[in-house]
């Protein structure tokens, strides 16, 4: 038995000597210059014997063992599919399987990995477009009338599946919508450091005109470098004024084709689905104007639209596969999840075998549900899936500990490492006047090695929408006069976007300046612990208490605290008392009830919100 299992170990001299003749381009691996020769593996091998056969020193394979999880001696025997996975990671293409000697051209076909350069494999795929534009302009309505206006005979009586995208046919030609209507998820994907949109389609209400989240939309368009189709709704109705809403985009600078730009304007009707067939075509143009190819021939890769938990089917994630082809039975990774595709269906729940570039379809056979934006990579092997996941999750963990989000204070630093050379800000102030002068202010800082980028500017408090944009663009917000929205201050917390707060032109100007020429002081940044909300006034010992009910995080004593009447703050000071019943507490959290004094302070009212908050050294 020890004999046989010695002569299965030895590889066939012949075997090593033909392994090497044809030089492999793996893009998921190696560079074009380290591209390595191709090698043949037999079912079980010793590390010495693997290094040997690679041409490497055993030192720097038993490194990427431990890379991959194993430790492992020089003499110990390691089976095919761990030799497989580090020859790969090593930059190897693996020619045959577990010592059968040659693959057949259909078997190695699944593990080539073309290069997405290669012109040779590239052809024309269809464009993805997201609809954006301000609430109650139509979007949502837009998206079904293009739907209902391009269904088939064959396809009107079948239920449409709500997978989150879906595709179109117009004259011969596929055009993919995301179902998912509105900058916030546009932006969301972007946060996850995924492209997805090919075009942007502009919904502007021709009765309304262009509205603050027009311009949100327009930002966010601008901030992920996709061109702009604008479709003029609601041209029907009696009120419209087309040129009005054209000379509002022209002061934003979307200047249509009419009058002398490049952004192409259609007008339509999704009440009367009038113009829909016109909008197509355009979106046509613009996509061949584009240039839009991928290689249907390399394994795919695809970023996850939406996903869920399903009670009866587990995991489920829409993709849209967005290079190669996804086939069922390819093992994947996503996020930091591996999986198998066990099944995959359209938009209409039909089973499908495989689904090409810039398709979205349906996905079973996740371990978890993985996160929207997230990345979808197919692998050679389910146990390198596996592996590639524990690195990731491993380097997740790291990533949390060491790397630290921009911000104002160590911007500079990060010119001075060469990882920036744009500072972006979103500005948000109290009145539309504050913008101007600001703008100028901070454009002026401009120097030649550190471009300042006003992303965003409007009027107003700081929203989830204005974090979702710093967070994908890589940017931080400034404030002037305004306020923070909690929902904004959570994520902001979480993600680790920058937001400054200012009173005073000068100091907002002057921080810019100081990091940009890298003597901005260590700041300090507020923390919001909570806010509670005023329900009763009741008066004890000749003082006025408030009983308020904590509407979310946590009020504690001593802490710093605002008063906010009419989304205004009218004093700040700090919580003096804190009680449960009789009892002096040191925190109430949310959900709670409780009486509150705050410091120099006697005139709280019902509906005042108290927010508790803490200074941090950023």
Excluded at 56 to 65: C, H, N, P, W
Excluded at 74 to 101: C, P
Aim: proline fraction near 3%; glycine fraction near 8%.
């Amino acid at each position: 038995m020890a004999k046989r299992r010695q002569n299965r170990a030895r590889p066939a001299p012949k075997r090593r000597s033909t392994a090497r003749k044809a030089p492999y381009v793996d893009a998921a691996v190696a560079t074009e210059a380290e591209v390595k020769q191709g090698v043949k593996i037999p079912a079980s091998l010793t590390v010495k014997q693997f290094a040997d056969l690679i041409d490497m020193s055993a030192v720097e394979v038993i490194k990427q063992l431990m890379r991959n999880g194993m430790m492992a001696n020089i003499n110990e025997v390691i089976d095919h599919d761990t030799a497989v996975t580090v020859a790969s990671d090593l930059g190897y293409k693996v020619l045959g399987e577990k010592g059968k000697g040659a693959t057949s051209a259909k078997k190695i076909k699944k593990y080539e990995r073309f290069s997405e350069d290669d012109t040779s494999v590239q052809k024309s795929r269809p464009p993805v477009v997201t609809i954006m534009g301000h609430v109650d302009h139509g979007k949502t309505s837009l998206l079904d009338a293009i739907r209902q206006t391009n269904v088939t005979a064959t396809e009107a009586g079948e239920i449409t599946q709500h997978i989150g995208a879906y595709q179109v046919d117009i004259n011969d030609q596929k055009i993919t919508f995301l179902d998912t209507p509105g900058h916030e998820a546009f932006t969301a994907m972007r946060a996850h450091g995924a492209k997805v949109t090919d075009i942007a389609i502009l919904v502007v209400a021709a009765d309304d005109g262009v509205m603050p989240q027009t311009l949100e939309a327009i930002a966010h368009a601008r901030a992920a470098g996709v061109p702009i189709v604008v479709a003029l709704n609601k041209v029907d109705k009696p009120d419209a004024n087309p040129q009005r809403v054209k000379q509002q985009l022209a002061d934003h600078d979307v200047l249509i084709e009419e009058w002398g730009g490049d952004v192409i304007c259609i007008p339509v009707s999704a009440k009367k689905q009038e113009g829909i067939s016109d909008l197509l075509e355009n979106l046509l143009i613009v996509a061949e104007l584009e240039d839009l190819k991928a290689n249907p021939e390399r394994n795919a890769i695809g970023v996850v639209i939406e996903a869920k938990l399903d009670k009866t089917r587990g995991a489920l994630a829409t993709v849209l596969v967005q290079t190669g082809t996804l086939r069922v039975g390819d093992p994947f990774i996503v996020g930091d999840i591996s999986g198998k595709i066990k099944a995959m269906f359209n938009d209409k729940g039909k089973h499908l075998r495989k689904a090409e570039p810039a398709s979205p379809v349906e996905i079973l056979g996740m371990e978890s549900v993985p996160k929207s934006g997230d990345t979808l990579t197919v692998t050679a092997t389910e146990k390198e899936a596996r592996i590639q996941a524990e690195k990731r999750q491993e380097e997740k963990r790291l990533a949390l500990t060491t790397t630290k989000p921009l911000s104002l204070s160590n911007f500079f630093s990060r010119v001075s490492d060469g990882d920036l050379k744009e500072l972006s800000i979103i500005l948000k102030t109290d009145v539309q006047g504050s913008i101007e002068p600001i703008q100028t202010s901070l454009v002026r800082l401009n120097n030649d090695e550190v471009k300042v980028n006003i992303l965003h500017s409007d009027s107003g408090s700081i929203t989830e929408g204005d974090v979702l944009l710093a967070l994908a663009s890589n940017g931080i917000i400034l404030g002037f006069n305004t306020r923070t929205e909690p929902g904004a201050v959570q994520i902001a917390e979480n993600e680790g976007v920058d937001i400054r707060n200012y009173e005073v032109i000068y100091k907002l100007v002057d921080d810019v300046e100081k990091a940009v020429k890298g003597m901005l002081a260590p700041t300090y940044v507020e923390v919001i612990a909570g806010h509670g909300e005023v329900r009763a006034i009741f008066s004890a010992r000749g003082n006025r208490v408030a009983g308020i009910y904590i509407t979310e995080g946590k009020i504690i004593r001593g802490s710093q605290a605002r008063i906010i009447r009419h989304s205004k703050t009218i004093f700040e000071s700090s919580v003096n008392s804190l009680k449960r019943f009789k009892d002096d507490v040191k925190e109430v959290t949310s959900g709670f009830e409780c009486g509150i004094g705050i410091e120099g302070y006697n005139d709280l009212e019902v509906g005042d919100i108290i927010e508790s908050f803490r200074m941090e050294q950023s």
